[in-house]
């Protein structure tokens, strides 16, 4: 229990704190040619964030459904180690961020969220390295 309540503090800090900084947008190459699919087929790449030297974190969306989804990467799998990925429409309250949380050797999620039109918030986390974005991919 005391997990999952340091979990959602985490959480809730760096959405309440992040910086209105955004990502550069998906190329072919560097991280994004780590991404693994993991959020299924018709899901695209839209924007990234680096956690620190330990993965990225990768924010998806589907055309044809308005979804979004969010999965965080390792960039060098092996003995599980705890990983956070989380995703919520700016607008929405923090704790309505749809969060997969765990110990893990790959990667953390997916998770997904109806997103179209609106800006997104999402966050991952690695063994003690975070990273966020808020107010990104509006529209």
Do not use: Q
């Not at 979004?68 to 919520?88: D, F, H, Y």
Request: charge should be positive.
């Amino acid at each position: 229990m005391f997990k999952k309540f340091r979990n959602a503090a985490l959480l809730t800090a760096a959405l309440a704190t992040g910086s209105l900084a955004l990502a550069s947008p998906a190329s072919a190459a560097g991280p994004v040619a780590s991404y693994n699919n993991a959020c299924g087929s018709g899901y695209g790449v839209v924007n990234y964030a680096n956690v620190g030297s330990k993965g990225t974190v990768f924010l998806t969306y589907n055309n044809s459904t308005g979804y979004n989804c969010a999965v965080t990467v390792r960039a060098n799998p092996g003995a599980a180690v705890e990983m956070v990925v989380s995703l919520k429409r700016t607008s929405d309250p923090a704790s309505e961020a749809r969060v997969d949380s765990g110990y893990y050797t790959t990667y953390a999620g997916p998770v997904y969220r109806s997103a179209a039109g609106s800006c997104v918030d999402w966050y991952g986390y690695i063994d003690g390295t975070n990273e966020h974005r808020n107010e990104t991919n509006c529209g």
